[in-house]
């Protein structure tokens, strides 16, 4: 009843910048979501959340360079990623659970997934 969808991804050189964006179906009002990605051969990395009052969470290793957003008018989740570089490249997956965030850097915590979306960064 919950699906997500992500978009936004692309190529991009270092240090340059992309947004994008998880769009959802279903009522999500209540729902923490979350940002992770995942490179070939690699687990899957917890980025960051976003509670229903807005607040937000990051991974010490994006936190200064990538910004949560969302949006209850338009039912997004924005993540705008600053000053790329190439170990950035990974699919980017949006998340999410019915529940308050907690931090929960873990994937088992959250119950729906989208599909994914590819950004690709060059040296």
């Known amino acids: 009843q919950v699906k997500l969808v992500e978009s936004g991804g692309g190529s991009v050189q270092a240090g340059g910048s992309l947004n994008l964006s998880c769009a959802a179906t279903?009522?999500?009002?209540?729902?923490?979501m979350a940002w992770f990605r995942q490179a070939p051969g690699r687990e899957r990395e917890f980025l960051g959340n976003?509670?229903?009052?807005?607040?937000?969470y990051y991974a010490d290793s994006v936190k200064g360079r990538f910004t949560i957003s969302r949006d209850y008018v338009k039912k997004t989740v924005s993540l705008q990623m600053d000053s790329l570089r190439p170990e950035d490249t990974a699919m980017y997956f949006c998340?999410?659970?019915?529940?308050?965030?907690?931090?929960?850097?873990?994937?088992?915590?959250?119950?729906?997934w989208g599909q994914g979306t590819q950004v690709t960064v060059s040296s």
């Open positions: 998340a999410a659970r019915p529940r308050a965030c907690w931090v929960n850097p873990s994937s088992f915590d959250y119950d729906y």
């Open positions: 279903g009522n999500i009002v209540r729902f923490c």
């Open positions: 976003i509670d229903p009052d807005k607040t937000a």
